[in-house]
Structures are given as C-alpha cells and as structure tokens.
C-alpha cells in the first residue's frame, strides 16, 4: 500500500504557506509583475513565519524540514506567484551544496547568516557560454597561498542583485572538462560585481543578473568538498531542487486550473455557462489530471530523497512533466478564457509567462529528458551516501 497522507505538522505548515500566499503574495503579485518589484518585503515576512530556509538544519538555526515538507510550501509559492515563490526558495538552491559538502565552520557561518536575519543566497553555475553544457564554463579559481583568486562572469543569477554570498562553481583545472570543477563559497564583500538586471518575459518579481568576479580573492577553506569534484556536486544539487522547482510549477498549473475552471462556470455563451460545452470541459479534464499527476511525481522525487535513496531519475520525471504541464495548462487556462485571457486585465496570461521559466531553469525540458534516457537505457551507480548526502534527515 502506498500511503499518501499527509502528517498533521504537514498540514499546518501547508495551511501557513497557503494562507501566506492567498493574503500577502497574491495581494502584490501581477502588481509586483507589471512593475518587476522585487519583493525584499515578502522575504521578510516569510523568513519571520519560517518559511525560508527549511531545509537548513536545526543546529544551524534553520527549520530541519525534510524535503516532502519543502515542496508542500514550494507549491503553494507557485500558486501565490512563482516569480515571488523563486525569490523565496533561491536559498535552497545556494545552500545545497553546502549541505552536502562544506565543513562545520563553513555551515556555521554561512548557514547561520540566513538563519540569524532575512539575508539571500545565490547559485552561480550558468556562464554565456555554458548553459546546459556545464563542463565548458570558462569562470578559473586559481590556488595562491592559502587563497584561490576568482575571475568570470555568470549569468541568469536569481537574487544575484541581492545576495550576501554565492556559491560559485569555477574550473580549478582547464584541461580536465567536467573533473577540473569546483565548488566555492564567495561573500558579495569580496569583491562580487553586479553587472545587469535582466528584464524577463515572466517571473518578473525574481531578480536575474549577470555577475562577475575580477580577481576575487576567497580564503582557502572556501573551496567546497575536493577540488575538482564540483560537478558532481552541482548535479547532486540538482537531484535535491528539482522537485522544489516541480512544485512551484504543479503550484502555477494549479492556480491555471483554478482560475479556467471559476471562469468557465460563470461565461455565458450559447445561451449556457461555458463549462456546460464538452469542448470545454475535456479541457478542464486534462488540467485536472496533468495537476494531479506532476504533483504526485513532485512528492516521489522528495520522498525518495526523504528516505535515503538516490532520486536522479524521479528528479527529472517530475521536473520533466510538471514544468511541461503547467506551460500546457496554463496555456489552456487562456484557451477557456478566450480573448480576455490575451489581456493584462485578466489573471491567467501572467501565468503563462511564468510557466515559460520552468521548462528552463534548473535544467531544459530536453535535459531532463536527456537524464532520463540515461538513467532508463544506461543506468549507473553512484554510491547511495552520495546520491542522498546533505538531507535533513
Ligand atoms: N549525481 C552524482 N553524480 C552524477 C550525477 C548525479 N545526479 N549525474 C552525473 N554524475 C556524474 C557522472 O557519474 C559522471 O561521473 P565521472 O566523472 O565519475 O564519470 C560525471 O558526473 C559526468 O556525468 P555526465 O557524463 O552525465 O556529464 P555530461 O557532461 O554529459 O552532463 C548533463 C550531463 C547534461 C545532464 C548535465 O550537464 C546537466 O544537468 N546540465 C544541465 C545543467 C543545468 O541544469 N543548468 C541549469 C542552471 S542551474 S540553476
């Protein structure tokens, strides 16, 4: 028997996140959306009802959630506003590989500094040049002394703009491809650079930057885990965010759902409300389904991690489809409103922008697919105290 029942401490923080984002997210979000306002004010107040940073561990002074309880909140984030939602998680992104491999003193201080006040964090992977194909970013962490001198650019950086430190993955050996990488812990006040604030088609309230790094200098004990063993450390962390990403779209397609179906019940056409039209409902129909089924791949993915098992393959099922399907239903959402779904005065066009982002981000649509593939037709072992290292439980 497969037991989906959430606990009850399940359900109230559920509830706090719902309520969160029912009356303080969907209150600013299409104004936060027209404007592109970066919503420091909603960082606050979530960080003060403990919904950030969850998954940092209680020692740490984080929440120690496991990762099921991360996408119950993710979800109702993306249904509040995805682009609020990815200014409020991108601390679980940054601070994953630190769970998985920095010292005591590392975690202490840089864990600690997000748990003490509402202060950001950014993942810094993504180069120009090297979007999927991370082995050929061209950012260097040259070793002098017991320091390493950081130059490069990284692009597409959420909360770059805000961070008060960054995870930073540089070659430390040029010639070596994806086994020269690694991973470093970079404080802005070293020296990082913000060189642009993209201006986006959707999640317009997240902040994306193009930041640079010209002769940072970082202590030596910055370096995360081993040198040269970043990328595996980088996929590791996208093995634990990407169900929190499948979340926030299962909360985009959600809210689509919703949304199309209030509006079919009540648009007269033909002399009859339009949701009594078959065309419409077998709309309706596949929305619910696609809400449903991502969801439940969303919880698998987690829930694997939860239990100690390596979760690669459920990761990009679920990122995979529920991405694929929120972009579908809230497409549709727009189908059912007809004409006014085109116009701005309406909800449901902001949610299509939106949707967009999530076959992006965090992988492709085609890498997950790609990852699939691989773990279907060429499945590999990775020892399993890799594969889960870092989980809060
Ligand atoms: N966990 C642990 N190790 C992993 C792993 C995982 N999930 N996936 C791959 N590895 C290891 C492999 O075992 C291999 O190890 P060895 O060096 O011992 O051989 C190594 O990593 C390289 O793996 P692979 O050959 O699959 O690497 P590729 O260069 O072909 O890249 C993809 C694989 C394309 C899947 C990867 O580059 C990727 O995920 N790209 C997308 C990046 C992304 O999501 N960017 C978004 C920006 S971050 S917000």
Same mark, same amino acid.
Request: aromatic fraction near 8%; charged fraction near 25%.
């Given at each position: 028997?497969?037991?989906?029942?959430?606990?009850?401490?399940?359900?109230?923080?559920?509830?706090?996140?719902?309520?969160?984002?029912?009356?303080?997210?969907?209150?600013?979000?299409?104004?936060?959306?027209?404007?592109?306002?970066?919503?420091?004010?909603?960082?606050?107040?979530?960080?003060?009802?403990?919904?950030?940073?969850?998954?940092?561990?209680?020692?740490?002074?984080?929440? *120690?959630? #496991?990762?099921? =309880?991360?996408?119950?909140?993710?979800?109702?984030? %993306?249904?509040?506003?995805?682009?609020? +939602? @990815?200014?409020?998680?991108?601390?679980?992104?940054?601070?994953?590989?630190?769970?998985?491999?920095?010292?005591?003193?590392?975690?202490?201080?840089?864990?600690?500094?997000?748990?003490?006040?509402?202060?950001?964090?950014?993942?810094?992977?993504?180069?120009?040049?090297? *979007?999927? #194909?991370?082995? =050929?970013?061209?950012?260097?962490?040259?070793?002098? %002394?017991?320091?390493?001198?950081?130059? +490069? @650019?990284?692009?597409?950086?959420?909360?770059?703009?805000?961070?008060?430190?960054?995870?930073?993955?540089?070659?430390?050996?040029?010639?070596?491809?994806?086994?020269?990488?690694?991973?470093?812990?970079?404080?802005?006040?070293?020296?990082?650079?913000?060189?642009?604030?993209?201006?986006?088609?959707?999640?317009?309230?997240?902040?994306?930057?193009?930041?640079?790094?010209?002769?940072?200098?970082?202590?030596?004990?910055?370096?995360?885990?081993?040198?040269?063993?970043g990328f595996k450390l980088a996929?590791?962390?996208?093995?634990?965010?990407?169900?929190?990403?499948?979340?926030?779209?299962?909360?985009?397609?959600?809210?689509?759902?919703?949304?199309?179906?209030?509006?079919?019940?009540?648009?007269?056409?033909?002399?009859?409300?339009?949701?009594?039209?078959?065309?419409?409902?077998?709309?309706?129909?596949?929305?619910?389904?696609?809400?449903?089924?991502?969801?439940?791949?969303?919880?698998?993915?987690?829930?694997?991690?939860?239990?100690?098992?390596?979760?690669?393959?459920?990761?990009?099922?679920?990122?995979?489809f529920a991405a694929d399907s929120a972009?579908?239903?809230?497409?549709?959402?727009?189908?059912?409103?007809?004409?006014?779904?085109?116009?701005?005065?309406?909800?449901?066009?902001?949610?299509?922008?939106?949707?967009?982002?999530?076959?992006?981000?965090?992988?492709?649509?085609?890498?997950?697919?790609?990852?699939?593939?691989?773990?279907?037709?060429?499945?590999?072992?990775?020892?399993?105290?890799?594969?889960?290292?870092?989980?809060?439980?």
């Amino acid at each position: 028997m497969v037991d989906l029942t959430l606990t009850d401490e399940q359900k109230d923080l559920r509830e706090l996140a719902h309520n969160f984002a029912k009356n303080e997210i969907r209150r600013v979000a299409w104004e936060y959306d027209r404007n592109s306002t970066f919503p420091r004010d909603l960082i606050d107040q979530a960080w003060e009802l403990g919904l950030m940073n969850t998954h940092i561990p209680e020692e740490y002074g984080g929440g *120690g959630l #496991d990762y099921m =309880s991360g996408t119950l909140i993710e979800e109702e984030f %993306g249904w509040g506003c995805s682009g609020i +939602g @990815t200014s409020l998680e991108c601390n679980g992104l940054a601070t994953a590989p630190l769970l998985i491999a920095a010292s005591d003193e590392i975690k202490s201080k840089y864990l600690g500094m997000l748990s003490e006040e509402p202060k950001l964090a950014s993942f810094c992977l993504t180069e120009p040049d090297a *979007g999927s #194909d991370v082995s =050929s970013m061209r950012t260097t962490a040259v070793r002098r %002394g017991d320091k390493y001198v950081i130059n +490069g @650019t990284k692009c597409f950086i959420t909360n770059g703009s805000h961070a008060d430190w960054y995870t930073v993955y540089a070659k430390t050996d040029k010639d070596a491809g994806h086994r020269g990488i690694s991973c470093f812990v970079v404080p802005r006040d070293a020296g990082v650079v913000v060189d642009k604030k993209e201006d986006k088609l959707g999640q317009r309230a997240s902040d994306t930057a193009t930041i640079s790094f010209n002769d940072v200098e970082i202590p030596a004990d910055h370096l995360l885990g081993e040198e040269n063993k970043g990328f595996k450390l980088a996929m590791m962390t996208l093995d634990r965010t990407r169900p929190g990403v499948a979340a926030s779209a299962v909360g985009i397609a959600r809210a689509a759902f919703e949304f199309a179906t209030e509006y079919s019940k009540e648009r007269v056409q033909f002399g009859v409300p339009i949701a009594m039209h078959q065309a419409i409902q077998f709309i309706i129909a596949d929305m619910a389904t696609k809400v449903e089924a991502a969801r439940l791949l969303t919880w698998q993915s987690a829930s694997l991690l939860d239990q100690g098992k390596r979760n690669t393959l459920a990761s990009s099922h679920a990122k995979r489809f529920a991405a694929d399907s929120a972009m579908e239903v809230a497409t549709d959402a727009v189908q059912v409103y007809g004409g006014y779904g085109f116009i701005k005065e309406y909800p449901v066009e902001k949610l299509m922008r939106d949707a967009k982002i999530m076959q992006l981000y965090e992988g492709t649509s085609q890498i997950q697919r790609l990852v699939i593939a691989r773990e279907v037709l060429m499945p590999r072992e990775i020892p399993t105290e890799l594969a889960t290292a870092g989980a809060a439980h």
